[in-house]
């Protein structure tokens, strides 16, 4: 199996059948380690400081079987300056205690920690405003700067503990599927009383990802009509209706409308924002940088057709329109 990572492959060997997520899973840690330590993982990186490959790819694997993939754990007896390297005579203790994602000595004048919830929505919808396909993906992103081995505990409105407990769920809980969580985390502490209980790494990690299957409404609503002239000209109106509460603010809304590939000559007016052909995807780019909750704008766009066209022409293909944006301090599962 292998893996691609910009002009360089990674590939492994085996003689027994093995899971093959975790062999990619592996080829990725790897990737990570050489680009924490190179920078940038190329081919001219690798040529430049193999000597340092060799050594990493040592403490990384014995006799094929994976060892130390922390990168931050690496690099406390593996040590490059430049092109040369030390190696310390016996690892330090981090490596072998069981905290191995966190070394020991860390110490910091003002402790804190960021804790991010990112979720991200994919949403189908048909010609007739009916939801084909709706999917949430989130990830709990933490930043901690704590000193020493800190213990930290975090609960969330989980439906199953919330029922287990005897308590309301209507309205206040979700349902999590498909968890994963860093390797930080006690599991059979959660599976006991679903208390996220951890010793965090330092730094940036991903605490935990998660799937939502429930069925949201589309945060911004599209509406497109289409209307053709004596096949000479061909004019579009679309509108598009924030679907959220007034508070929150959608940043960075891009809504890409198809457009004939034969269509010239464009002519774009809009309520709010900057709207622009892009002949190379055959569409029309609506760019809105803020757009609140509650409110309604219009484009129109008018583009000329060609005057003499191919009667036994294929039928038109029909693009979907596709629309992207981010909404600040907001999450479709409503996680707290």
Known sequence: MFIQHSNVYLMTATRQNCNAASLLFFLHRVVDVFKHYFEELEEESL??????????????????????????????????????????????????????????????????????????????????????????VGALKMRTYLSGMPECKLGLNDRVLLEAQGRATKGKAIDLEDIKFHQCVRLARFENDRTISFIPPDGSFDLMTYRLSTQVKPLIWVEAQVEKHSRSRVEIMVKARSQFKERSTATNVEIMVPVPADASSPNV????????????????????????????????????????????????????????????????????
């Open 47 to 136: 040529r430049d400081n193999f000597v340092v490959v060799y050594e990493l790819l040592d403490e990384i694997m014995d006799f094929g079987y994976p060892q130390y993939t922390e990168a931050k754990i690496l690099s406390e007896f593996i040590k490059t300056d430049a092109y040369r390297m030390e190696v310390t005579q016996r690892p330090p203790m981090a490596v072998t205690n069981a905290v191995s994602w966190r070394s020991e000595g860390i110490n910091y004048k003002k402790n804190e920690v960021f804790l991010d919830v990112v979720e991200s929505v994919n949403i189908l919808v048909n010609s007739n405003g009916q939801i084909i396909r709706s999917d949430v």
């Open 269 to 336: 007016r809009t309520s709010m924002g900057s709207a622009a052909y892009a002949p190379e995807n055959d569409a029309l780019l609506w760019k809105i940088r803020s757009f609140p909750g509650g409110k309604e704008y219009m484009l129109r766009a008018e583009f000329t057709l060609p005057s003499i066209t191919d009667e036994e022409a294929t039928q038109e293909r029909k693009a979907p329109i596709r629309v992207k944006f981010e909404i600040p301090y907001f999450t479709v599962s409503g996680i707290q």
